[in-house]
T-cell receptor, first 113, second 115 residues
Framework: GQSLEQPSEVTAVEGAIVQINCTYQ??????LSWYQQHDGGAPTFLSY????GLEETGRFSSFLSRSDSYGYLLLQELQMKDSASYFC??????????????FGTGTRLQVFP | IAGITQAPTSQILAAGRRMTLRCTQD?????MYWYRQDLGLGLRLIHY???????GKGEVPDGYSVSRANTDDFPLTLASAVPSQTSVYFC??????????????FGPGTRLTVL
């Protein structure tokens, strides 16, 4: 089957750095995505890694190691507004030529002053 | 319209009633999706459509049906609602195909309570 695992909750203080890990098990692999969701809001796309290595977008970076079936989202210079849930997702390998995704259960990040 | 809209924003429904959740996108995306989100379970795919005229079952399709008569609209119908269908429902869309980044765009959600 296809599955993703991520911690259920992470806490940190403003200005700190936090890493949210995601391990996946899929029969095929086409890339790892990250989405952010604030309470009461809709998920929004943050990043996508198809190849090994680190992708940086401002304060957020995403890393992928395909050999380890592992990735992480790194948030630097944390701000209160970063308090949200973060979901990793992989393309469903059974879905063929589509963007159909399988989502992890999400990591709730709480940032304290 | 900009992006994806969903209606209604929220609804309280008696068990056994029929309900259609509406979803419209103006990005001319080929693919559309319906998810339900329950606490601790993340986003679970109900049904999807790769292109107008085609639909497919997701992870939790029972009790739900969809149609895709055109590119823009993707309604989700609960034929006879049950309390276990109480959830937040999100519609999403994407370019479809081997896109650069698989990005899905989500609507604001519909909070449904079945009593």
């Amino acid at each position: 089957g296809q599955s993703l695992e991520q911690p259920s909750e992470v806490t940190a203080v403003e200005g700190a750095i936090v890493q949210i890990n995601c391990t996946y098990q899929t029969s095929g692999f086409y890339g790892l995505s990250w989405y952010q969701q604030h309470d009461g809001g809709a998920p929004t796309f943050l990043s996508y890694n198809a190849l090994d290595g680190l992708e940086e977008t401002g304060r957020f970076s995403s890393f992928l190691s395909r050999s380890d079936s592992y990735g992480y989202l790194l948030l630097q210079e944390l701000q209160m507004k970063d308090s949200a849930s973060y979901f990793c997702a992989v393309r469903d390998p059974r879905a063929g030529n589509t963007d159909k995704l399988i989502f992890g259960t999400g990591t709730r990040l709480q940032v304290f002053p | 319209i900009a992006g994806i809209t969903q209606a209604p924003t929220s609804q309280i429904l008696a068990a056994g009633r029929r309900m259609t959740l509406r979803c419209t996108q103006d990005m001319r995306h080929n693919a559309m999706y319906w998810y339900r989100q329950d606490l601790g379970l993340g986003l679970r795919l109900i049904h999807y459509s790769n292109t107008a005229g085609t639909t497919g079952k997701g992870e939790v399709p029972d009790g739900y049906s969809v149609s895709r008569a055109n590119t823009d609209d993707f309604p989700l119908t609960l034929a006879s609602a049950v309390p276990s269908q109480t959830s937040v429902y999100f519609c999403a869309s994407s370019d479809g195909g081997w896109g650069i980044d698989n990005e899905q765009f989500f609507g604001p959600g519909t909070r449904l309570t079945v009593l």
